[in-house]
């Protein structure tokens, strides 16, 4: 089995050499065959990864949740296993790994988003208008870390509630609403645990209705949700189905694992076991321990 290791040059930004560096190295410790890959502005993650389409290799993902999705995007229904090294500023779905994944082969559902695929979580409404703001998360003058929190002091200000019809197995509601977020994962946002009831590969879905319409109840439900108490809101409306659909008037904003998609509907089903997700712990450690020298 041969290890391939995409890394995203925009996560890592001035690091990118440390990381080649530490991966290198703890590959060849533990005797891997491997290969490194690093995108740029003329080769694409998906122009890279073109390359493993009929390969049965583990395809590392280097980076955030962006590069995880492109990663996914990319093997989906090809023989290979999809791996992840943290590297980026939410890093999500890798929290989730450290909690619930064992060493070796793990199988996981995906989620169908019309012509799109995400493993962790998709967000719609306000939560999805702060993770696509462009001129807050590549800010260079906002430390990465305080991005999220900018983004979202900038939309609470802007905000307006959005109407939208959602469907669920025989369910149909029409609601003013502030945001939905669908889940198979646990984390987003950089940390905020909104799903701590969810299972990977358990077939479904787990979406949260948020009906706040104006500040002062948005900001309620947020300050639950920082302290993991979100499910106790009277805002929130939770959801368990295979399949789950959004509807508005005008195109809206969705973000799918860190990645921007825009349009009037979002058709989402699960498809259980869709990936094998690779987990090797001592692999993680030793690039970690490279890192910090």
């Known amino acids: 089995m041969k290890y391939i290791f995409m890394i995203n040059r925009?996560?890592?930004r001035k690091k990118l050499d440390q990381y080649v560096e530490a991966i290198t190295s703890a590959a060849k410790k533990l005797k891997l065959d491997f290969r490194v890959e690093v995108n740029d502005e003329k080769k694409s993650?998906?122009?890279?990864?073109n390359n493993y389409k009929k390969t049965n290799h583990v395809i590392y993902a280097v980076g955030?949740?962006?590069?995880?999705?492109?990663?996914?995007?990319?093997?989906?229904g090809t023989k290979n296993k999809i791996g992840c090294i943290p590297a980026g500023t939410g890093n999500d779905f890798n929290r989730s790994i450290n909690e619930f994944f064992e060493e070796g082969d793990n199988d996981v559902d995906l989620i169908k988003c019309n012509d799109k695929y995400f493993v962790n979580v998709a967000c719609f409404g306000i939560d999805a208008d702060i993770a696509n703001d462009e001129k807050v998360v590549h800010n260079k003058y906002i430390p990465r870390k305080?991005?999220?929190?900018v983004g979202v002091a900038k939309h609470i200000l802007l905000y307006k509630p959005y109407e939208l019809t959602m469907k669920w197995d025989k369910e149909s509601k029409t609601k003013k609403l502030s945001l939905v977020t669908v889940c198979n994962g646990g984390y987003y946002g950089g940390g905020f645990h909104v799903n701590k009831d969810g299972i990977y590969n358990d077939g479904l879905l787990d979406a949260y209705i948020i009906t706040a319409t104006n500040r002062r109840q948005l900001i309620s439900y947020l300050l639950?949700?920082?302290k993991g108490k979100h499910k106790e809101s009277k805002y929130v409306e939770h959801v368990r189905a295979n399949n789950f659909t959004i509807i508005?008037?005008?195109?809206i904003e969705g973000?799918?694992?860190g990645e921007a998609l825009k349009a009037k509907r979002f058709d989402m089903k699960v498809i259980p076991k869709a990936l094998t997700f690779f987990y090797n712990k001592k692999l993680l450690e030793l690039i970690d321990e490279e890192l910090r020298g």
């Open 10 to 12: 925009y996560s890592v």
């Open 45 to 49: 993650t998906e122009d890279i990864l």
């Open 64 to 76: 955030g949740d962006g590069i995880l999705n492109r990663v996914v995007n990319a093997i989906y």
């Open 146 to 149: 305080m991005q999220y929190n």
């Open 224 to 226: 639950k949700l920082i």
């Open 248 to 251: 508005s008037d005008g195109a």
């Open 255 to 257: 973000n799918l694992d």
